[in-house]
């Protein structure tokens, strides 16, 4: 049997036929969750007979810790300011205490911990490494797992690779992965993305999000791959094996798909991050095994680590039973992360689920939907008899003890759970070796040829929807003797948001991009003759990006789709811009379906993103490339399709992708333009 190879700080090894194994408990035998030589489960098995309670119940929660990079002035760190042991009072997005991380580790024995920062490579695996050195102290020597969201794909509006913030390699967002239709490309991404999180020793990925997107005004619609289910799956059965392996090793970065069984299904845009949106609403037959159950369906195929079930609670009210797979309606008004009928009878036993179920941040206090009236280790119980295994966002291991202590849930079921989690954590080879080295982390992210790889991907998620009088490419003879003008229109924050973007250096404004265009599109573009007045230009490229809504509260009234001032686009400067100019050309960035009709007729030449770079979208724009990308979402037609009556009734179903809208309205559901084209998915004109 070949040996595995072994690295520790603090432990000893012991040796046995020639063959060498860590001692984690520091007792001088080889116990068999010491055994790399057993299988997780059987590791897993032997490990939680050992562990006291708070040893358990570490293992059921997960939370986020700054790094000590990100400690305040005057706030306390360790290991040479590597670690934060901040110890202090949070508001936002949701009141919570922030312990050191010493407590975190050593005494609540949290074994989860979510990065956050946009940090450097050194930076990431310098404080991963040093808290797996903290935790081969502890009593059982069991090691951590960083997670982090998805950290490769661009979300400002920036030039290219080099004026990007993000310190992975950047691609596109995700549906501008879906709007390139290139399946080999997305592969490329995947096995960028598992290359740069293996190597930083972040072992597990908080992605990706699977949900099928039915109602225009979701907020975080622009973290999903559109609105297709087909699509949608066919991208999860090419992600999950690149990242995991076809069985998790310690090769893998461990997954946690999201979220079950479909957020998509708003009721009119409201998120449950907030009261208003605690409802997922199915008020047509059958949608939610047609259309938000697939992507699912298929990314269990390649069983993923973990599942996340969504805050949101199933409403018997508001949706249209029965609602398949559950003919006889839905049994309780409970939020997903408590519902043992989806998770149990649904996820595990009828879709064949073996993962652990990871719950979102935050269900245990703020978004405890369903669930207000019950104590906090009620609530505990009531999760774990449901089928979770890990509650997000708290700290709160004292309510984990105090469910078992008042008999609320038994031993087994305790036990049964944090097996879950500890299997992933032999799978992946965390107590042979958990961890990485800085330099090789900081030669493989962010690389030349991976941001070639990304690249290629911003130029084919550019969709082209209009070109009338074939206004584009901008060749050398229609840019003879002509002068362009070109100006981004930008994101504007709420002032919470600003300040956390601020921190972590990824927030640009309006007047710093637009001082800086000139220069690049020079740089880039030398052919082309760049003024800065707009009154001297023949043609204008305008590049807006439009922002509605928050991702923690819900907006006054329903999310805004139309592109004006009120979704930070200065449409009066836009109107003055297009009467000075011969040829106005304009790209709208979609961080959601926004509403194209004050805005497409001011064009000749219209083109639509997704956080794709500028430069990009200008190589389309000069004929660099070809325009290949298609719409991944439908573009609704105006405020009336969306519209909402009295009763809280929609003009067009919430659960329903744009494509198929039309089948239970009585109006055309997506835009058409004045040359009649209609912006359904899939629609992209082509440009060679």
């Known amino acids: 049997m070949e040996q595995k190879k072994l690295v520790s700080r603090h432990l000893d090894e012991l040796e046995v036929d020639g063959l060498y194994f860590k001692d984690h408990n520091k007792d001088g035998q080889i116990n068999p969750y010491e055994d790399w030589r057993l299988s997780p489960e059987e590791r897993a098995q032997d490990l939680v007979e050992r562990m006291n309670l708070r040893e358990k119940a570490g293992m059921m929660v997960l939370i986020d810790k700054p790094m000590g990079i990100s400690a305040e002035e005057g706030e306390p760190t360790s290991h040479d300011g590597v670690i934060n042991e901040a110890d202090k009072d949070i508001q936002y997005p949701h009141p919570k205490h922030e312990y050191p991380t010493s407590t975190l580790l050593e005494d609540f024995q949290i074994r989860h911990i979510i990065l956050r920062e946009n940090a450097k490579p050194n930076e990431i695996v310098s404080w991963v490494n040093t808290m797996q050195e903290m935790v081969e102290k502890t009593r059982l020597g069991i090691p951590l797992v960083v997670l982090s969201n998805s950290k490769n794909e661009n979300n400002e509006a920036t030039f290219n690779a080099e004026s990007a913030i993000g310190r992975f390699t950047q691609f596109p967002g995700t549906l501008g992965l879906a709007a390139s239709r290139n399946l080999p490309l997305i592969k490329a991404f995947a096995q ?56 998790l090793d310690d090769q893998g970065v461990a997954l946690t ?38 992507p699912f369906k298929a990314a269990i195929k390649h069983h993923p680590s973990a599942i996340m079930p969504y805050y949101a609670i199933p409403s018997q009210e508001k949706s249209n039973l029965p609602q398949e797979p559950f003919p006889a ?24 689920f073996e993962g652990y179920i990871n719950s979102d941040t935050g269900v245990l206090d703020a978004c405890a939907w369903g669930v207000e009236d019950l104590t906090k280790p009620e609530r505990v119980a009531k999760l774990l008899k449901a089928g979770t295994n890990i509650v997000s966002g708290t700290t709160e291991v004292e309510a984990f003890e105090a469910a078992v202590d008042q008999g609320l849930v038994d031993e087994a079921t305790v036990n049964d759970r944090v097996k879950g989690t500890l299997k992933e954590l032999f799978a992946l080879g965390l107590f042979e070796n958990p961890y990485q080295e800085a330099d090789q982390a900081e030669a493989v992210t962010n690389s030349e040829a991976s941001r070639q790889t990304a690249y290629q991907a911003h130029q084919e998620s550019v969709v082209l929807l209009k070109n009338d009088q074939d206004l584009l490419p901008l060749t050398a003879d229609k840019l003879a003797g002509r002068k362009v003008y070109a100006e981004i229109f930008t994101k504007v924050y709420n002032e919470e948001e600003m300040a956390s973007r601020r921190k972590q250096g990824i927030f640009g404004n309006t007047d710093e ?120 979402l439908t573009l609704p037609a105006s405020d009336e399709v969306i519209a909402v009556n009295d009763e809280g009734i929609c003009a067009s179903p919430n659960d329903v992708p744009g494509y198929d809208k039309d089948k239970y309205m009585d109006r055309p559901y997506a835009y058409q333009d004045s040359a009649g084209n209609t912006y359904r998915y899939g629609f992209g004109l082509s440009l060679n």
């Not at 072992?203 to 699509?231: C, I, L």
């Open 513 to 632: 991009l637009n001082h800086k265009l000139p220069d690049q599109i020079r740089q880039a573009f030398p052919q082309i003759d760049l003024v800065t007045d707009y009154k001297e230009a023949d043609i204008a490229l305008l590049f807006l990006e439009p922002i509605s809504g928050s991702y923690f509260e819900a907006t006054s009234g329903y999310l805004d789709l139309q592109i004006h001032q009120a979704t930070n686009v200065d449409l009066d400067r836009v109107k003055a811009i297009q009467a000075a100019v011969d040829h106005t050309i304009i790209n709208v960035n979609l961080d959601l379906p926004f509403i194209l009709e004050n805005v497409e007729p001011l064009t000749e030449a219209l083109t639509v993103s997704f956080n794709s770079f500028i430069q990009a979208i200008m190589d389309v724009y000069t004929g660099a490339c070809p325009a290949k990308g298609t719409l991944p």
């Open 329 to 352: 309606g839905f049994e309780e008004d409970v939020a997903f992360a408590y519902n043992r009928q989806f998770l149990q009878d649904l996820l595990r036993d009828e879709l064949g």
């Open 257 to 294: 798909i999201k979220h079950f069984p479909g957020g998509g299904a708003r009721e009119n845009g409201f998120d449950p991050h907030y009261e208003e949106g605690k409802y997922n609403v199915y008020p047509t037959p059958n949608s939610l095994e047609s259309y938000h159950l697939p």
């Open 192 to 247: 960028i993305g598992k290359q740069e999180f293996w190597h930083n020793n972040i072992r597990k990925g908080y992605m990706y999000m699977v949900d099928t997107a039915t109602d225009p005004r979701w907020f975080r619609t622009s973290g999903t791959f559109g609105e297709n289910p087909e699509q949608i799956s066919e991208i999860a059965e090419s992600i999950i094996p690149i990242y995991q392996g076809e069985n």
